[in-house]
């Protein structure tokens, strides 16, 4: 493509993308696309000659889009945020120009010494202990990874990675202990690891979905007795579900009584550590081995950025670190090559968009926003807890409410666990259907909850009263109970 074309195709799809940020309400959250149908408007063989870039710009207006469901809509409330911004976007498109790989400090110096800055800024914006040093991976699953690998290496002596885990492993079989709410990314990573699915030993929960450190230990000691070897516990700090929280302070204490690696998987809600009023949620962040959170989930930095820290970077460095004579170079003793601190040997040039946006937002323009989320999370719950037909199922936090519908009925059998399950799993898919907004669910105490999620760029106390009238004059809702809001349509 020659410069002047690329200059007025740039210039069409800068302004798209600051129309679709402008006008993204228009959309339906959810996609309304069937399984198939954006494939069936595609040809099956691939173009012999290239294309015209305005009939592929059509296509993807025409077909690519109606597909899509829109995670930066403001009435976007499912799963957990991902939310970007501007300067993301720009820091973005300024990395995919550049192109770099910055594997070794070499091969961008720039990128390198970004990303050692940004992190301590994010150490220190969330009050880690000076000695915490990081890198940016793609997602917290790879962190966890990273994580199990660490801790794999230090309990063997490394002994794994040099023998494998026959010869690794003669002490007995080795075990990753997470509460009963962690994150599914544990037992996906411990079997990329070597660990097994059977050996992530799930530990009980209180009645805040939060784990239990007494049982821990208990379950710790129980399998010392039978000859397995505890390696590693993954507490969370706002679990996927429900945004518990695990007491990091006790568990610090196990780990350390036992020498277990403890690692820290706050995705989501580390970013509120930004916030000194709740920097609670790390108390006792000193004892833990290694931390991740995910700027791209509510730090205004699109997907994939995340962060990872450790107290002890040898271990990473040595559990991960592979030198072929082609990777060598004269500084290696003298700088970071962050190939080293990862799975991945090619790395794109995420700083840049992440020092974008701490630069254009500012720390505390950051901590507006979030704690503007927590504030129409909190109201959210309120109106939850002030319906009577309406239950909240978990402590709220931070920026997620779990909830569910629960009319009152005139025989005990309406009331079955059973016939809720149902009622809320009707509720899910109308409003979904709806196009309005975008709500998910979970289990708790065996229970269909229903999560709502605040923290997209754009929402605003409008976009959240308007979520909540979509869910309680949902037609399932109204036909369970009688209602004087006469004024309102539904979804």
Known sequence: MERETFRRYGHQVVDWVADYLEDVERYPVLSPVVPGE????????????GEPMDKILADFRDIIVPGVTHWNHPRFFAYFPANNSGPS????????????????????????????????????MLGLPERFRGVIQDTA?????????????RVTGFRVNAHGFAAGTEGGTLRVYTSQEGHSSVEKDAKIAGFGAENVVRVEVDEAYAMDPRDLEQRIVADQRTGLRPCCIVATVGTTSSTAI????????????YGLWLHVD??????????????WILQGIEGVDSFVFNPHKWLFTNF???AYFTRDPETLIRALSVLPEYLKTDLDRHVTNYRDWGIQLGRRFRALKLWFVLRSYGVQGLQQRLREHIALAEEFRT?????????LLA???????????????????????????????????EVNASGRIYITHTRLGGRFTLRFCVGQTQTRREHVIEGWECIRNARVVRARIESGDKGHDGC
């Open 38 to 49: 954006v494939q069936k408007q595609l040809p099956r063989e691939p173009p012999v000659t």
């Open 89 to 124: 976007i720009l820091g973005e498109l300024l990395s995919a120009a550049l192109g770099i790989n910055a594997m070794v400090w070499q091969t961008c110096p720039a990128a390198t010494e970004l990303e050692e800055l940004v992190m301590d800024w994010l150490r220190q």
């Open 141 to 153: 699953s790879t962190g966890t990874l990273c994580a199990l690998v660490c801790a794999r290496e």
């Open 246 to 257: 695990d007491p990091l302070t006790p568990i610090a204490s196990v780990a350390e009584r």
């Open 266 to 279: 706050a995705a989501l809600a580390g970013s509120a550590a930004i916030l000194p009023e709740k920097r």
């Open 304 to 306: 994939d950025c995340s």
């Open 383 to 391: 109106w939850v807890e002030a319906s009577e037909h309406f239950e």
């Open 395 to 429: 402590p709220v936090p931070l920026n997620t409410i779990c909830f569910r519908f629960h009319p009152r009925a005139e025989a005990e059998d309406e009331l079955s666990d059973e016939k809720l399950d149902q009622l809320n799993k009707a509720l899910l898919d």
